[in-house]
Structures are given as structure tokens and as C-alpha cells.
T-cell receptor, first 114, second 112 residues
Framework: GAGVSQTPSNKVTEKGKYVELRCDPISGHTALYWYRQSLGQGPEFLIYFQGTGAADDSGLPNDRFFAVRPEGSVSTLKIQRTERGDSAVYLC????????????FGPGTRLLVL | QKEVEQNSGPLSVPEGAIASLNCTYSDRGSQSFFWYRQYSGKSPELIMSIYSNGDKEDGRFTAQLNKASQYVSLLIRDSQPSDSATYLCAVKGYGTASKLTFGTGTRLQVTL
């Protein structure tokens, strides 16, 4: 079946602009995760959804970052007033139910803030 | 101290040799452990998961877990050039904590 998909694959924006990154999880997966990966680092957790609700948003760096999952499937990560330090690859993952099982990653969105 | 520590490498091994990748973690309550492979410019891909002490084998890959020492390793037998990638160790905490905490990854180079 189809894996996790993310759009756009690349996004270039200017400092101060607003961006939205989209994630479409594997069909039937109730758990969805957002991670951010900077060059030379491992992925860093941002937020975890169980169904429509954010079960853990402890990784969001500040209030410029917000994510939604209104119908329990597709999720959007929103970044306001982007800064150059936000440049990274934003990875989305999904898993069956959010327990100990495997998280499957999407291809990522490479964000560059100029 | 980082929560999950890996040697960044590069670890260079000749084709056909065994590659040994190591990872230590700080949270003694961690329950689930994963090894992901990441090719340059690509997203992480699961190689192995391990949940209990001991060895778990899958083809050329063996994961080893020692919770007392807070140590998890990945052995790759008969290393191939296609195994050249960054290997990420990821740890999931206890109970309702579902997030993965990753190490910085070890870059493996398999030479001809």
C-alpha cells in the first residue's frame, strides 16, 4: 500500500513568511508524528497526534510552530514568521496506534528560509 | 549527557566484513529500541526493532540489547557497498511516551 506522503518536497521562503507543510499518513494509522532534522543530526521530535488531538506537543520549539490534524488523517505543520534557523528537513511519521510499534517515515519536506 | 549517544563515524569496513554499530541511552525506563538506516537525502527506513534483552536476528542484521548496561548495538554481517549509509539509533520511552529519541547517527562506509 501507499506509504507516508509529504508535500511539498522542497520549500524555499523568505524570513518572516508563513509556511504550511502537509503530511498524509498511511491509511488506518491513528498515530502521526512530526520530527525536524538538521544537517548532521538525528530527527528531533516536534509533536505527536493520536487521532485528531495533539497527545504530546512538548517538542515544538516556540509558539511560531503549530500543527493540526482536524479529521484524524492528514496533518498540517504551520510555521509563522519563519526564521533562518527553521531551515531543516521536516519529517512526518505514522504508526498503527502510537504504542511500541514501528513508526514509518515520509520522504520529508526540505525547508529553506532565506 | 545526550539522551541517545552514537559515534558519528565514519566507520569504514571492507566489503564482506562485519560492521558493528553501537548506541547508549540514558533513560533507564526506555522500553523500545529501533535501528533506522538513512541514505543521503532520504528519510529514515526501519532496519530492526528490539524490545527485550538479548539478540534478534533478521537476515544479515543482528540487534543486541542490554538494558542493564543501557546499550544497544547493530551488527551487519557480510557488509555490502549498498549498506553505506547513516544508521540512526532510536529509543522510545516508558508508558505513554510515544516519541522516538534519536542519536545523531553513525555513518558507515563499506569499501570495495
Amino acid at each position: 500500500g501507499a506509504g507516508v506522503s509529504q508535500t511539498p518536497s522542497n520549500k524555499v521562503t523568505e524570513k518572516g513568511k508563513y509556511v504550511e507543510l502537509r503530511c498524509d499518513p498511511i491509511s488506518g494509522h491513528t498515530a502521526l508524528y512530526w520530527y525536524r532534522q538538521s544537517l548532521g543530526q538525528g530527527p528531533e521530535f516536534l509533536i505527536y497526534f493520536q487521532g485528531t488531538g495533539a497527545a504530546d506537543d512538548s517538542g515544538l520549539p516556540n509558539d511560531r510552530f503549530f500543527a493540526v490534524r482536524p479529521e484524524g488523517s492528514v496533518s498540517t505543520l504551520k510555521i509563522q514568521r519563519t526564521e533562518r534557523g527553521d531551515s531543516a528537513v521536516y519529517l512526518c511519521a505514522s504508526s498503527v496506534s502510537g504504542g511500541a510499534e514501528t513508526q514509518y517515515f515520509g520522504p520529508g519536506t526540505r525547508l529553506l528560509v532565506l | 549527557q545526550k539522551e541517545v549517544e552514537q559515534n558519528s563515524g565514519p566507520l569504514s569496513v571492507p566489503e564482506g566484513a562485519i560492521a558493528s554499530l553501537n548506541c547508549t541511552y540514558s533513560d533507564r525506563g526506555s522500553q523500545s529500541f529501533f535501528w533506522y538506516r538513512q541514505y543521503s537525502g532520504k528519510s529514515p527506513e526501519l532496519i530492526m526493532s528490539i524490545y527485550s534483552n538479548g539478540d534478534k536476528e533478521d537476515g544479515r542484521f543482528t540487534a543486541q540489547l542490554n538494558k542493564a548496561s543501557q546499550y544497544v548495538s547493530l551488527l551487519i554481517r557480510d557488509s555490502q557497498p549498498s549498506d553505506s549509509a547513516t544508521y540512526l539509533c532510536a529509543v522510545k520511552g516508558y508508558g505513554t511516551a510515544s516519541k522516538l529519541t534519536f542519536g545523531t547517527g553513525t555513518r558507515l562506509q563499506v569499501t570495495l
